[in-house]
Antibody, heavy 121, light 108 residues
Framework: EVQLVESGGGLVQPGGSLRLSCAASGFTVSSNYMSWVRQAPGKGLEWVSVIYSGGSTYYADSVKGRFTISRDNSKNTLYLQMNSLRAEDTAVYYC???????????????WGQGTLVTVSS | EIVLTQSPATLSLSPGERATLSCRASQSVSSYLAWYQQKPGQAPRLLIYDASNRATGIPARFSGSGSGTDFTLTISSLEPEDFAVYYCQQRSNWPGWTFGQGTKVEIK
């Protein structure tokens, strides 16, 4: 059974840092494309970052230069290092597996339960 | 950048009724569009991909249609567990993904 479990969220001051983890089971993280998607309180979904199976990484413009996606193959875990956090980064952060049928045909087929990040002084 | 616009924002219906949700893209996305369901406090769940293919385990009362810029998610007969928020999504601005703003299906 595929399962994704996020952790690491919490309250952090503006300008601070936080590292989120997403432990996967039932499949191999390094063989899949993995992504982070966030949802601000009461708002819609926003894609944040993706790491390809080959290791390439990409980011939304809103987090580029501040967030870093990575994975630990030995732990089958995905990470999101978040630096220089802002109030507008406050959201529930979900990790998700990308179901890849092709360059344009790619969707999020499994999601974690999410972890809340609150940026506030 | 391709923008997805969902309508209506809220749909008030009774159990057993048919729900029709719309998603319009600002330019053609061919058939590369997905629908997700999200219940309060839960993660989104993939319902439909490539406009009309049901994801694994999704009941047959959910169907998707459309291509190009206009897409529809239809729930043929609403069950109590179907009251939720629905999002459309497509791959755009390579290598990113974008979502519509959501349609809430609420009990009338």
């Amino acid at each position: 059974e595929v399962q994704l479990v996020e952790s690491g969220g919490g309250l952090v001051q503006p300008g601070g840092s936080l590292r989120l983890s997403c432990a996967a089971s039932g499949f191999t993280v390094s063989s899949n494309y993995m992504s982070w998607v966030r949802q601000a309180p009461g708002k819609g979904l926003e894609w944040v970052s993706v790491i390809y199976s080959g290791g390439s990484t990409y980011y939304a413009d809103s987090v580029k230069g501040r967030f870093t996606i990575s994975r630990d193959n030995s732990k089958n875990t995905l990470y999101l290092q978040m630096n220089s956090l802002r109030a507008e980064d406050t959201a529930v952060y979900y990790c998700a597996r990308v179901e890849w049928f092709g360059e344009l045909s790619s969707y999020f087929d499994y999601w974690g339960q999410g972890t809340l990040v609150t940026v506030s002084s | 950048e391709i923008v997805l616009t969902q309508s209506p924002a809220t749909l008030s219906l009774s159990p057993g009724e048919r729900a029709t949700l719309s998603c319009r893209a600002s330019q053609s996305v061919s058939s590369y569009l997905a629908w997700y369901q999200q219940k309060p406090g839960q993660a989104p769940r993939l319902l439909i991909y490539d406009a009309s293919n049901r994801a694994t385990g999704i009941p047959a009362r959910f169907s998707g249609s459309g291509s190009g810029t206009d897409f529809t998610l239809t729930i043929s007969s609403l069950e109590p567990e179907d009251f939720a928020v629905y999002y459309c999504q497509q791959r755009s601005n390579w290598p990113g993904w974008t979502f519509g703003q959501g349609t809430k299906v609420e009990i009338k």
